[in-house]
């Protein structure tokens, strides 16, 4: 029986995260909205390339061919676009053979109220003030950062990386350490360290994958053959003595990742390299960087991370 989308794995995205509409919004910027209607309406029938989030959403939707009774994940399209703007998305999406039957079209409004109408775990898209508005509502979203598609069909694993804290955790640990020195960090941590730290802005999508190993551990029991699809991995600029909390608080909540990378500072674009996740997530833009440009990187603007410098 499909899961009630209480209790499904729902990704919200925009179609500036799912699609490349670099063409489409250069009409709607130099022309204005009558020359972008028109636009859209003659390129009906000429599909969407991947954006940055495609092969990320594939790969998630993926699982449900996997689960076809329960049908754990669901990918909803949360967009700027009229419904008649729009049509081109929805034809490119079935272009693409992605599952997608649910959207919002709000006409040039943002669309970041309805994440919690739709019970979205995870809310993507292009647009910087809709992900800033998300955020500072308390809403779990992400900023898609310009990067290169790479979405290879023979790869069938989806490989999703978090940096812990700010964005699976909640930034009490890291406003230590920003008012204070490294060694009071530490300090604090060690002291702290059978204590788990609150939720972020990504723990309930972090918790809802870990249910989706949950099933795939049972689809290993009844068939040793199966592959998995799901690898999850956490890379944190923590290392020890600091290293402890972060298994606290994941043992307090149920969940684990399958890799976990106490990096000391070191910087996360080698470990991503050899990864290759096909989304990171990190609060600290600094840290959003590869060679190339061949990770996709999602900036989670929360917390003291992002906080205005102060004179």
Known sequence: MPFPIEQKLVIA??????????????????????AYRH?????????????????????????NRHFAEERPVEVILLSRNSAI????????????????????????KSPY???PAFNASLFLSANERDIQHAVEAGYPAGLVLPSAVVDDD?????????????????????????????????????????????????????????????LEDKAVDRDAGYRRILR????????????????TTLEHWG???????????????????VLRPHMFFDDQKSHLSSAGGAIPMVHIPFGIANAPATL
């Open 13 to 34: 995205v925009a179609s500036s995260a799912l699609f490349d509409l670099s063409e489409s919004d250069a009409v709607f910027r130099e022309q204005g909205p009558n």
């Open 39 to 63: 636009y859209q309406a003659s390129n009906l029938d000429v599909p969407l390339g991947k954006g940055v989030a495609f092969p990320f959403v594939r790969r998630v939707l993926s699982i």
């Open 85 to 108: 703007t729009g049509k081109r998305v929805f034809r490119s999406i079935r272009h693409h053979g992605l599952d997608i039957t649910r959207a919002a079209f709000l006409e040039g």
């Open 113 to 115: 109220p309805y994440i």
């Open 154 to 214: 023979s790869d069938g694993e989806l490989r999703i990386a978090f940096d812990f804290d700010g964005v699976i955790a909640d930034d009490a640990s890291e406003r230590i350490y920003k008012e204070g020195e490294l060694a009071d960090f530490h300090r604090h941590e060690q002291d702290q360290a059978d204590v788990p730290l609150n939720p972020g802005p990504l723990a309930d999508l972090f918790r809802k994958l870990a249910l989706l190993q949950a």
């Open 232 to 247: 999850m991995a956490i890379v944190t600029a923590r290392n020890a003595p600091a290293h402890e909390r972060v298994v």
């Open 255 to 273: 969940v684990n990742a399958n890799e976990t990378f106490f990096l000391g500072g070191m910087t996360k674009a080698r470990i991503l390299s």
